[in-house]
C-alpha cells in the first residue's frame, strides 16, 4: 500500500480532543463541549476502521517520516512502513 496523508491522523484527533478551531474543525464545534465529545468519538471509531484495514497490508510505503510515525500509530502492527523521500533539485 502507498500512503501519501492518512486519511485521519492521531493530530487531527488531539486538535478536536483540545477542542481547537481548526481547518478540520470548525469553531462551533471548538466551542461546544457536546459536538467537540461526539467529533471525537467518530474520529476515534473512523481511525480504529482505518488502523483494521491498513492492518491487512503486508508492506506499507510513506512518502515522509511524519506519515510514517502516523501510520505506525494508527495501523499498529503492519509488518513493514517503508519511507520513500522524492527526489529533490
Known sequence: AYVH???ISTDMIA???GRQSMYNNAGGVARSGTLSALKVW????FALAY???GR???TVV?????TQGHIQALWGNTPEVI???PPCD
Do not use: D, K
Open 56 to 58: 491487512f497490508a503486508t
Open 51 to 53: 488502523g483494521w484495514c
Open 42 to 45: 467518530y474520529y476515534r471509531a
Open 83 to 85: 519511507a520513500v523521500h
Open 5 to 7: 496523508y492518512p486519511t
Open 15 to 17: 486538535r478536536v480532543r
Open 62 to 66: 510513506v512518502n515522509s517520516s511524519w
